[in-house]
């Protein structure tokens, strides 16, 4: 499922990631978008390095959660056109390529550990396909999210299919017909956000995120959003058999097994991502 192979991203701290961030927090994998120049703006050396991070928290079974967050001014622009258009080169990265090309609204699709989305300042373009893909997103009050493409005789028909996926096809279809700012109160209330957090509290509302994610067994996790990623290829009439072989897949699982013991013995359960 992921770009990178288990054995391909094992050994992550050996690479050097130029316009990415990466770093281990406990049980979490923060990745910092780090190309603040171009206002994160995401060109194919970078889309490599974010396919090989998220590879490795698909593969590792010590990492729980993604957390996914930018520098600079502008959380994300979108894709680098021009970037795309030409041939573009990294100095200084060592992720090797993936054998197929990295699609934005992939990266995370691929990856089944919950990714959180932590949105300081104004998002456009390709960046949806970040934000729509992810498990959790949560933005400043202040934030502004657009879809400036129809105001550059492009249309973002990659991000209307992420968006009808999370909130109805009419609001979709509006933000991408007109272009125009959306508040983040409007991106909450349409479904592109999963939480607002006052000014000030952004960090603080991430954290209490983590922390709840923190009490569930990730191979539950796993496998729900195996189940969940299932679902939206299938058809319905298929839904019922697939939910109940993937619930005795998840019943074999040795947190299942921890999980039952440690509500029979009344004690907090010891998880191992197994």
């Known amino acids: 499922m992921a770009y990178y192979t288990a054995s391909e991203v ?6 050097v990631f130029e316009f990415l961030q990466v770093e281990i927090a406990q049980n979490t994998l923060v990745v910092t978008l780090n190309r603040p120049e171009k206002r994160n703006a995401m060109h194919p050396p970078l889309l490599n390095e974010l396919a090989f991070a998220f590879a490795y928290a698909h593969h590792t079974t010590a990492i729980w959660n993604i957390l996914l967050q930018a520098n600079g ?15 573009s080169t990294s100095n ?13 609204g992939e990266v995370v699709r691929r990856c089944l ?3 959180i989305c932590k949105v300081h300042a104004n998002a456009y373009a390709g960046a949806f396909l970040l934000l729509a893909n992810a498990s959790f997103v949560v933005a ?5 999210f657009s879809l400036p493409e129809v105001k550059r005789g492009i249309f973002p028909f990659q991000v209307m ?6 909130m109805p096809g009419r609001k979709a279809m509006e933000w991408s017909l007109t272009g125009r700012s959306v508040t983040a109160t409007e991106a909450l209330e349409a479904g592109l956000l999963t939480h607002l957090a006052a000014e000030g509290q952004l960090d603080e509302v991430v954290q209490q995120v983590l922390e709840q994610l923190s009490f569930a067994s990730p191979s ?8 969940y990623r299932k679902l939206c290829i299938i058809n319905t009439s298929e839904n019922q058999a697939y939910l109940s072989d993937m619930l005795q897949q998840t ?24």
């Open 220 to 227: 539950a996790i796993r496998m729900g959003m195996k189940a």
């Open 73 to 87: 001014p502008v959380f994300c622009a979108g894709a680098d056109l021009k970037a795309f258009r030409e041939d």
């Open 140 to 144: 400043e009050k202040g934030v502004l």
């Open 161 to 166: 299919a992420a968006l009808m996926e999370i």
């Open 10 to 15: 094992q050994y992550i701290d050996q690479y």
């Open 92 to 104: 200084s990265s060592t992720i090797p390529a993936p054998t197929e090309k990295v699609l934005i």
């Open 113 to 115: 550990k919950p990714c």
């Open 251 to 274: 019943l074999q699982t040795q947190d299942a097994k921890e999980g039952i013991m440690a509500f029979k013995e009344k004690r907090k359960p010891i998880w191992e991502g197994l």
